[in-house]
């Protein structure tokens, strides 16, 4: 009887202590994403249900010490992954603070060529400290697969992109049946392109290109992402006018709820992997002020002009002039590469190959195709010989 009362206690004391621990794994079976407050810039913190902390940018340098007490203050001693999504000092400042106080597993960033003192010193950095160093291929997943119930995508970047905010690295991240889309400082151009290359950029949340500059968010661009909510990250009263109206009117037009780090702080949205919730209030924007034409603006040469936009201007731009379209591929005055900027080598990723019997059974996993970079690319799957097997 007494070996009977003894067992049924341990039991007892099994189920008592047992309960409270589900209790907290259910509770952290969410997946979290922070945008940062940090003014004029862009930092976004991603959580996994899973325990992986990746954080895409770190605003400027003045920024960087919010950033890693944030981060800080979240438990975070380890980071995952860092992405440095283009060269801007108002995206990668605040990296340099975050590489200096807490681990790193692996850098991911664009491989465009920038030769600003901020940039310079962060690329030493990932190098003085060992940190292994990947440049994503378009469409790569960084973590995950098709089969993840929480994935990370890098949709798009191009090192040798003229415009730095087109070098800038897309990522789509997901839990289970909610999803993201992080556009970074893409412009319309980007969108355009990446509307024609996926079948499907439909999400849930997106994090509008360019802190609501009007260079991004399309109404196009918005019709084929089709977002519930729109998260603007700008600072409060900046000298660029973020976010422009025209943005905000789009935004309307599509339905989107927006909110905006400047008028509420650091936005955190939580998903279950089929519901979200949102910490903030929805943003409420000033009265609009109709948008006048720009004024023209004319440079003697090319020297002048670079003193005010130091990677040159598109066609459409108000100081666009075809005197200083040199090779007239629509952009003026763009800078020689500098050959000079040594991005860190890429760390090899161990030699993969996968093979499937036709394109059936191959979009069963890459739903979009493969290039011919990709290890499951075959030729014999690439029918019209466009370096892309399988595409539909």
């Known amino acids: 009887m007494k070996k009977i009362t003894l067992t049924i206690l ?16 259910a509770k952290n079976n969410e997946m979290k994403i922070h945008f940062i407050d940090v003014g004029q810039g862009d930092s976004t913190l991603i959580q996994s249900h899973d325990g992986k902390n990746i954080l895409v940018d770190g605003g400027p340098k003045s920024a960087g010490k919010t950033v890693v007490n944030y981060l800080k203050s979240k438990g975070i001693k380890k980071l995952d992954f860092v992405v440095a999504t283009h060269p801007d000092a108002d995206h990668v400042g605040g990296l340099i603070s975050v590489l200096n106080s807490i681990s790193v597993g ?56 003229v415009d730095t905010n087109d070098s800038s690295i897309v990522l789509k991240t997901g ?39 009007n260079t991004s968010t399309s109404s196009k661009f918005l019709k084929a992402v089709k977002p519930e909510v729109t998260i603007l990250s ?75 936009y130091p990677q040159g201007v598109k066609d459409g731009h108000q100081a666009y002039e075809a005197q200083h379209d040199a090779d007239n591929d629509g952009w003026a005055c763009e800078p020689v590469e500098d ?32 290039s011919s970079s990709h290890p499951a690319y075959d030729k014999k799957h690439d029918r019209d010989g466009d370096g892309w097997a399988c595409e539909r």
């Open 175 to 213: 839990y289970k049946n909610v999803e993201f889309l992080l556009m970074a400082d893409a412009s319309k151009d980007l969108e355009e392109l990446l509307t024609n290359s996926f079948d499907s950029l439909n999400v849930q949340i997106l994090k509008a290109g360019h802190h609501g500059s």
């Open 339 to 370: 050959n000079n900027t040594k991005n860190p080598t890429p760390t090899p990723a161990p030699p993969t190959t996968e093979s499937f019997k036709n394109c059936t059974e191959l979009r069963k996993v890459y739903p979009d195709g493969v």
């Open 106 to 161: 692996k850098f991911v960033n664009s491989g465009k060529s920038h030769t600003t003192e901020t940039y310079t010193q962060l690329l030493k950095l990932v190098e003085q400290k060992n940190i292994k160093y990947i440049e994503p291929k378009i469409g790569e997943i960084l973590i995950g697969d098709w089969t993840s119930d929480f994935y990370l995508q890098s949709l798009y970047s191009d090192a040798k992109a």
């Open 10 to 25: 341990a039991l007892i004391l099994v189920v008592a202590f047992a309960l409270p621990i589900q209790t907290i794994a």
């Open 234 to 308: 700008y600072g409060k009263d900046n000298s660029y006018s973020h976010p422009h109206n025209e943005v905000l009117a789009n935004l309307k037009a599509e339905g989107s709820k927006t909110y905006s780090t400047a008028q509420e702080g650091t936005i955190v949205v939580t998903t279950d992997g089929e519901t979200y919730s949102i910490n903030a209030k929805e943003f409420i924007p000033p009265k609009v002020v109709p948008v006048t034409e720009p004024v023209k603006e004319s440079y003697k040469n090319c020297t002048e002009l670079r003193k005010v």
